[in-house]
């Protein structure tokens, strides 16, 4: 698996605004459009303050519609919500947002992940019979989760449906998450993991240690396109 290892996790955020850039301005003249799908949690949302502070005059954002790879079931108002932080981080700054598509954190989780569903099933092209994102932003929890993709929900890796209700396995609240074959099937995937706290995880999937299929993380090997590690030096601690 390709890895990059950065000294800082704001370095590794300015390092990938780069990157992103480069991408989407790749997609834009070739097709003009580019899917992204968007993960919660603390390096994602660097990486957004960086797009806040520096992009917003770079990229076209007209033509770059953003999804979720998964969200929590709670308002947009709360600070737990990944769209309500993306949102007041980056979205408010920028003058068209017609084509932000977040997950509905108000409705109930059932409807919703049907909905979330139908509404990628319209909105993006398909490979291997499901729909393809061109680019999709991963953390990783400390558990080796991505998206909301528990261990102890493994089935959500090999479900044939495109959205499912997650539960997270300590506070028991409610999530709609992309499934693994939704989230194996972009062009380009990046994980974006910092802290020590992830470094042991980090070891045992990259260098296929222990049972590190245990991780979610692990399982998630591009059905036909490229997955890159950006890592800082915290979480590439132990390679
Ligand atoms: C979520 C995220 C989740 C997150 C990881 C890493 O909704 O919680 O999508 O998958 O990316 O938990 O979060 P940190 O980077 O904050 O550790």
């Known amino acids: 698996m390709n890895k990059k290892i950065f000294g800082s996790s704001e370095k590794l955020a300015e390092a990938f605004a780069e990157v992103f850039e480069k991408i989407c301005d790749e997609y834009i003249l070739k097709i003009g459009i580019v899917n992204i799908a968007l993960s919660g949690g603390t390096t994602p949302k660097l990486f957004f303050e960086i797009l806040s502070k520096k992009y917003i005059d770079k990229l076209d954002w007209s033509k770059i519609n953003f999804y979720w790879a998964d969200e929590r079931c709670v308002p947009p108002e709360s600070d737990e919500s990944n769209h309500g932080e993306a949102d007041r981080i ?10 932000v598509y977040p997950v509905n954190g108000n409705n109930d989780p059932v409807n919703e992940a049907v909905r979330y569903s139908e509404l ?4 993006l092209p398909f490979k291997n019979n499901f729909p393809r994102f061109d680019i999709i932003l991963l953390g990783m929890g400390e558990d080796g989760h991505i998206a909301s993709i528990f261990p102890d929900q493994m089935n959500l890796l090999t479900s044939e449906k495109i959205c499912e209700v997650a539960v997270h396995p300590v506070s028991q609240q409610k999530r709609i998450t992309l499934t693994g074959i939704v989230i194996k099937n972009p062009d380009r995937i990046f994980f974006l993991v910092t802290g020590r706290s992830k470094a042991e995880v980090v070891k045992e ?6 049972i590190f299929e245990k991780y979610p993380a692990s399982h998630i090997t591009p059905t036909h396109g490229k997955s890159e590690w950006y890592l800082d030096s915290e979480a590439a601690d132990l390679l």
């Open 90 to 99: 980056l979205f408010s700054k920028i003058h068209s947002k017609k084509n």
């Open 205 to 210: 999937i990259l260098k296929k240690k222990n």
């Open 120 to 123: 990628l099933e319209k909105n």
